[in-house]
């Protein structure tokens, strides 16, 4: 025990005192969000530092309301077609909007002349700001009361509510997706990144001829498990730097945007502040509704076991091999299962309860990914116990056999290995 | 007494045994060699010491004890293939291959700079292994052999790809242990430094073993009466029918050297008698064979069989 204890700690400090150790963990999260928060930044400040375009508006039937707002000042001409198409190729207005007498059942004619092409957002814009106007026309033309008309303003939110546990819970489908996915992909991108270490350092040892020493002092056993939990130590580590160093920045970050926040506030208008708001607070109470205590548990719990189970084997692998390039024959069924794990993602989201996703989150092989997928739309207690027991024999079960190749395989240099001898390894007594 | 007493070991693999019926009796105190060719079992048996692979049948008693976990602590090996973690520096490793035989930290610590400073490789301390030169790593494989201060040290073929100069050097350390207490087990088929060191020798072939017991026994038993002569004149015709001449060579002028065997049971007086009577003797020296030849009569021997 206290020697395993010795082999953990090995792994650990060699590793986390790596440079390129010290790199990845500083610069994931510091490098992502400011890609990702650059981007975003610099959208908004185009779109705040985006000048007023001028429209000029010739209106030969009267009837359009068209108020500027902080993107487009409309200026209403009243000269001819002609006259106002030259006016504006002097002027520096962005375009013309020509509107002519129209027939309200049947509105057309409406058209956009600009200096250079417009854009698709503008003339989306436009559009839906004619739209109105003709729809409030012709409501108009209807006979209905303008009071009326304000009335029929209405915003519609479906609120989905989730009433399996017992009691209503506000839920979020797109929530619950983005959590489902987010967590089984990082699941996936640990056992690949970290599996391969194990593997890396299994050949490692076994190249340098230093695993002899080792195994005369310490279990094989020992020494796979040493290496597999050390690594797994050291991922953890480094998703804790992570998590930490993440909430720091976005906690930095978006008190500074805060600060900067009632600017923009004041600039636009009053409802969308109301709205915005609105939203913000319906988005808060939806996460309030998520399990996060549940979601972290069973995130933390399926990590290790799929990280364990995949460890085991990426260590077999490397046990049986002389150099990386040569294990890739024994990495391809290691990977076919996880690959199905991510690739299933999609169909666990879509129906999270189908047969497809009972099977993927139950089998221990895929079950680290897919379960994932599946936690933040709820699953039935039976599924879940059933999905760890299994997983925790899996990894018991993988642990045993590859430490039974590997007792063998790390002393082995130069044999030609396939499935057979791998066999005939895990079947030998020492 | 005896540091390690091996009796009837077996170790059988899928398609081959690498040890057939070996029992090995090492005193206290001596350098042992392990001789054998290449695949005669030797790595085998030795693995099976350190509890690397488990013997089929048979026992292994370390200072009369069954050979258990705790005598981990009291051995220290020296594999044939050896290396280090090459990205760690030289004192955390040191520190670390002491702790795993169960050393204290804080010990091992100890231990490992009064090494490197004996070695004169001190300066090293905080450097990573890639950045040494071979001899230098190989001075650091031999430190962490010998850190936990071990009863029996087991070297396997510890001279190979060691420059002459730090041999030397290693080589005295081993004696320097011997004198300590320690008991060497030493594996080898370089006979030159078997003759040198060992005082008690092994020898496994296909294996068996199959010779045992001091250097000095079994060169005595590969007597066979033989003496080599420097003489002026020839012999030829003036010796009894008792001596045969092996072999007569002109060494300059009327200077020759005879190889002669007795063939009755008489002492080497008797011949040197005969030998005054008919020639002029310069020197006289009895032919003992060289465990290399030995080594080389019993492998091709048993190998015709």
């Given at each position: 025990?206290?020697?395993?204890?010795?082999?953990?700690?090995?792994?650990?400090?060699?590793?986390?005192?790596?440079?390129?150790?010290?790199?990845?963990?500083?610069?994931?999260?510091?490098?992502?969000?400011?890609?990702?928060?650059?981007?975003?930044?610099?959208?908004?400040?185009e779109d705040?530092?985006a000048k007023q375009q001028v429209i000029q508006v010739?209106?030969?039937?009267?009837?359009?309301?068209l108020t500027s707002s902080d993107k487009f000042k409309y200026i209403?001409?009243?000269?001819?077609?002609?006259?106002?198409?030259?006016?504006l190729?002097?002027?520096d207005s962005y375009g013309l909007l020509y509107i002519?007498?129209?027939?309200?059942?049947?509105?057309?004619?409406f058209t956009f002349y600009a200096k250079s092409n417009p854009n698709f957002s503008v003339m989306n814009e436009l559009e839906k700001k004619i739209e109105r106007?003709?729809?409030?026309?012709?409501?108009?033309?209807?006979?209905?009361?303008?009071?009326?008309?304000?009335?029929?303003?209405?915003?519609?939110?479906?609120?989905?509510?989730?009433?399996?546990?017992?009691?209503?819970?506000?839920?979020?489908?797109?929530?619950?997706?983005?959590?489902?996915?987010?967590?089984?992909?990082?699941?996936?991108?640990?056992?690949?990144?970290?599996?391969?270490?194990?593997?890396?350092?299994?050949?490692?040892?076994?190249?340098?001829?230093?695993?002899?020493?080792?195994?005369?002092?310490?279990?094989?056993?020992?020494?796979?498990?040493?290496?597999?939990?050390?690594?797994?130590?050291?991922?953890?580590?480094?998703?804790?730097?992570?998590?930490?160093?993440?909430?720091?920045?976005?906690?930095?970050?978006?008190?500074?945007?805060?600060?900067?926040?009632?600017?923009?506030?004041?600039?636009?208008?009053?409802?969308?502040?109301?709205?915005?708001?609105?939203?913000?607070?319906?988005?808060?109470?939806?996460?309030?509704?998520?399990?996060?205590?549940?979601?972290?548990?069973?995130?933390?719990?399926?990590?290790?076991?799929?990280?364990?189970?995949?460890?085991?084997?990426?260590?077999?692998?490397?046990?049986?091999?002389?150099?990386?390039?040569?294990?890739?024959?024994?990495?391809?069924?290691?990977?076919?299962?996880?690959?199905?794990?991510?690739?299933?993602?999609?169909?666990?989201?879509?129906?999270?309860?189908?047969?497809?996703?009972?099977?993927?989150?139950?089998?221990?092989?895929?079950?680290?990914?897919?379960?994932?997928?599946?936690?933040?739309?709820?699953?039935?207690?039976?599924?879940?116990?059933?999905?760890?027991?299994?997983?925790?024999?899996?990894?018991?079960?993988?642990?045993?056999?590859?430490?039974?190749?590997?007792?063998?395989?790390?002393?082995?240099?130069?044999?030609?290995?396939?499935?057979?001898?791998?066999?005939?390894?895990?079947?030998?007594?020492? | 007494?005896?540091?390690?007493?091996?009796?009837?070991?077996?170790?059988?693999?899928?398609?081959?045994?690498?040890?057939?019926?070996?029992?090995?009796?090492?005193?206290?105190?001596?350098?042992?060699?392990?001789?054998?060719?290449?695949?005669?079992?030797?790595?085998?048996?030795?693995?099976?010491?350190?509890?690397?692979?488990?013997?089929?049948?048979?026992?292994?008693?370390?200072?009369?004890?069954?050979?258990?976990?705790?005598?981990?602590?009291?051995?220290?090996?020296?594999?044939?293939?050896?290396?280090?973690?090459?990205?760690?520096?030289?004192?955390?490793?040191?520190?670390?291959?002491?702790?795993?035989?169960?050393?204290?930290?804080?010990?091992?610590?100890?231990?490992?700079?009064?090494?490197?400073?004996?070695?004169?490789?001190?300066?090293?301390?905080?450097?990573?292994?890639?950045?040494?030169?071979?001899?230098?790593?190989?001075?650091?494989?031999?430190?962490?052999?010998?850190?936990?201060?071990?009863?029996?040290?087991?070297?396997?073929?510890?001279?190979?790809?060691?420059?002459?100069?730090?041999?030397?050097?290693?080589?005295?350390?081993?004696?320097?242990?011997?004198?300590?207490?320690?008991?060497?087990?030493?594996?080898?088929?370089?006979?030159?430094?078997?003759?040198?060191?060992?005082?008690?020798?092994?020898?496994?072939?296909?294996?068996?073993?199959?010779?045992?017991?001091?250097?000095?026994?079994?060169?005595?038993?590969?007597?066979?009466?033989?003496?080599?002569?420097?003489?002026?004149?020839?012999?030829?015709?003036?010796?009894?029918?008792?001596?045969?001449?092996?072999?007569?060579?002109?060494?300059?002028?009327?200077?020759?050297?005879?190889?002669?065997?007795?063939?009755?049971?008489?002492?080497?007086?008797?011949?040197?008698?005969?030998?005054?009577?008919?020639?002029?003797?310069?020197?006289?020296?009895?032919?003992?064979?060289?465990?290399?030849?030995?080594?080389?009569?019993?492998?091709?021997?048993?190998?015709?069989?």
């Amino acid at each position: 025990m206290n020697k395993l204890f010795l082999v953990i700690q090995r792994e650990f400090t060699s590793r986390v005192k790596k440079k390129s150790f010290l790199l990845t963990t500083i610069l994931v999260p510091l490098v992502f969000p400011a890609i990702f928060g650059g981007i975003f930044y610099f959208m908004q400040k185009e779109d705040e530092s985006a000048k007023q375009q001028v429209i000029q508006v010739l209106d030969e039937s009267n009837t359009l309301e068209l108020t500027s707002s902080d993107k487009f000042k409309y200026i209403a001409t009243q000269s001819s077609l002609e006259e106002a198409k030259t006016v504006l190729t002097e002027s520096d207005s962005y375009g013309l909007l020509y509107i002519p007498e129209f027939n309200v059942e049947n509105p057309t004619g409406f058209t956009f002349y600009a200096k250079s092409n417009p854009n698709f957002s503008v003339m989306n814009e436009l559009e839906k700001k004619i739209e109105r106007s003709v729809r409030d026309e012709k409501l108009r033309y209807y006979n209905i009361d303008k009071s009326v008309l304000d009335k029929l303003h209405t915003s519609i939110d479906l609120k989905a509510l989730n009433i399996s546990q017992g009691q209503e819970k506000e839920s979020n489908a797109n929530l619950a997706f983005g959590i489902g996915y987010v967590t089984g992909f990082l699941i996936y991108i640990f056992m690949f990144a970290y599996g391969g270490q194990v593997m890396q350092g299994v050949i490692e040892e076994k190249s340098s001829k230093i695993v002899e020493v080792i195994i005369s002092s310490v279990k094989p056993f020992q020494l796979m498990l040493g290496k597999i939990l050390g690594l797994a130590s050291v991922g953890l580590f480094q998703m804790v730097i992570w998590i930490v160093l993440m909430t720091t920045i976005i906690t930095v970050v978006t008190s500074i945007l805060e600060l900067e926040m009632p600017q923009t506030a004041q600039l636009s208008e009053a409802t969308q502040a109301m709205e915005a708001s609105a939203e913000g607070e319906k988005f808060m109470r939806l996460l309030a509704g998520i399990p996060f205590t549940k979601i972290i548990l069973t995130f933390i719990f399926y990590f290790i076991g799929g990280y364990l189970l995949y460890g085991s084997l990426f260590a077999a692998a490397g046990s049986a091999v002389d150099s990386p390039s040569e294990a890739q024959q024994f990495m391809l069924p290691i990977m076919i299962p996880l690959i199905a794990g991510i690739v299933g993602m999609s169909s666990i989201i879509k129906n999270p309860d189908g047969m497809v996703s009972f099977w993927l989150s139950i089998i221990p092989f895929t079950s680290p990914i897919a379960m994932m997928g599946r936690i933040g739309f709820g699953v039935p207690v039976w599924e879940l116990v059933l999905s760890m027991v299994l997983l925790i024999l899996g990894f018991i079960f993988t642990v045993w056999l590859a430490g039974r190749i590997y007792r063998v395989g790390i002393l082995m240099h130069g044999a030609k290995v396939n499935y057979r001898v791998l066999a005939k390894w895990f079947m030998m007594k020492t | 007494m005896e540091a390690l007493k091996a009796t009837h070991i077996t170790k059988q693999y899928a398609e081959h045994i690498a040890l057939d019926d070996v029992s090995l009796t090492i005193p206290k105190g001596s350098i042992y060699g392990l001789l054998g060719p290449n695949g005669a079992g030797k790595t085998t048996f030795i693995r099976i010491i350190n509890q690397i692979i488990n013997a089929d049948s048979g026992e292994i008693l370390i200072n009369n004890e069954p050979l258990s976990t705790k005598h981990i602590a009291i051995i220290g090996y020296l594999p044939e293939e050896r290396g280090l973690y090459k990205k760690m520096k030289v004192g955390e490793q040191l520190v670390y291959l002491g702790q795993l035989r169960d050393l204290p930290r804080r010990e091992a610590i100890k231990r490992s700079r009064a090494w490197c400073e004996k070695l004169n490789i001190y300066d090293w301390w905080n450097k990573k292994i890639e950045d040494l030169s071979k001899g230098m790593a190989q001075k650091i494989q031999f430190i962490s052999t010998i850190l936990n201060e071990p009863e029996l040290i087991i070297l396997d073929e510890p001279f190979s790809g060691f420059d002459p100069v730090n041999a030397n050097l290693i080589k005295d350390e081993i004696l320097a242990l011997r004198e300590r207490g320690s008991t060497v087990i030493f594996s080898t088929h370089r006979m030159e430094s078997v003759e040198e060191l060992c005082d008690h020798i092994a020898l496994i072939n296909k294996s068996k073993k199959i010779l045992e017991g001091t250097k000095k026994e079994i060169k005595e038993s590969y007597r066979n009466n033989t003496y080599i002569v420097e003489h002026n004149g020839t012999l030829n015709g003036s010796l009894s029918n008792d001596y045969s001449i092996l072999q007569q060579s002109c060494l300059e002028g009327d200077y020759h050297q005879s190889i002669v065997k007795m063939t009755n049971g008489d002492g080497p007086n008797n011949l040197l008698q005969h030998l005054i009577s008919s020639v002029e003797v310069h020197s006289f020296i009895e032919k003992i064979p060289s465990i290399n030849d030995i080594f080389i009569t019993n492998v091709e021997g048993r190998g015709h069989e």
